[in-house]
T-cell receptor
């Protein structure tokens, strides 16, 4: 079955860039997503990328996709204290397969 | 910005009791979903719902679970005869369609605690 893996923790100094990594196994993945979860809150969609793209930029966020290696990353430029949260990678399979498969989530901690 | 709303935020129930979790999806969305996250584990897909019927469900979604859209705005998840292992955060989501370019938007979740 599909599997999505992430490292559990990442600590970054305020102002530096954060890079959160994700690997997945489903070669039929069509879309890949990044969600953010702040304490006590739900899953906030940050950005997503279609599998035929290799990069997408949205303000401070850059998503890189290496489809050959099934590796996805989220780079947050100029990391701020408000970026502290758990970041979830999720993948969606072929059209008609509606479910999202999530990674474990990476807890990003900002060091002042 | 429109959002998915879930009630209650926290539900405490005795084992063996029935519980209903409620969700109001975004108004122009046609696809609805339930996921759950057991403490310390991954977010897991339970079920998707479209056009008043289940379109996809996971192995977790057994006869103990049911979903319903009782009116034009609410989407509910019912768990009959709850078990201790049903304790989890339950997330509702909705999307305009099933295409990946119309992402699923999530509510803040209901924390279900079974005693």
């Amino acid at each position: 079955g599909e599997d999505v893996e992430q490292s559990l923790f990442l600590s970054v100094r305020e102002g530096d860039s954060s890079v959160i990594n994700c690997t997945y196994t489903d070669s039929s993945s069509t879309y890949l997503y990044w969600y953010k979860q702040e304490p006590g809150a739900g899953l906030q969609l940050l950005t997503y990328i279609f599998s035929n793209m290799d990069m997408k930029q949205d303000q401070r966020l850059t998503v890189l996709l290496n489809k050959k290696d099934k590796h996805l990353s989220l780079r947050i430029a100029d990391t701020q204290t408000g970026d502290s949260a758990i970041y979830f990678c999720a993948e969606k399979g072929n059209f008609g397969n509606e479910k999202l498969t999530f990674g474990t989530g990476t807890r990003l901690t900002i060091i002042p | 910005e429109p959002e998915v709303t879930q009630t209650p935020s926290h539900q405490v129930t005795q084992m063996g009791q029935e519980v209903i979790l409620r969700c109001v999806p975004i108004s122009n969305h046609l696809y609805f979903y339930w996921y759950r996250q057991i403490l310390g584990q991954k977010v897991e897909f339970l079920v998707s719902f479209y056009n008043n019927e289940i379109s996809e469900k996971s192995e977790i979604f057994d006869d103990q679970f049911s979903v319903e859209r009782p009116d034009g705005s609410n989407f509910t998840l019912k768990i009959r005869s709850t078990k201790l292992e049903d304790s989890a955060m339950y997330f509702c989501a909705s999307s305009e369609n099933q295409g990946g370019n119309q992402p699923q938007h999530f509510g803040d979740g209901t924390r279900l605690s079974i005693l």
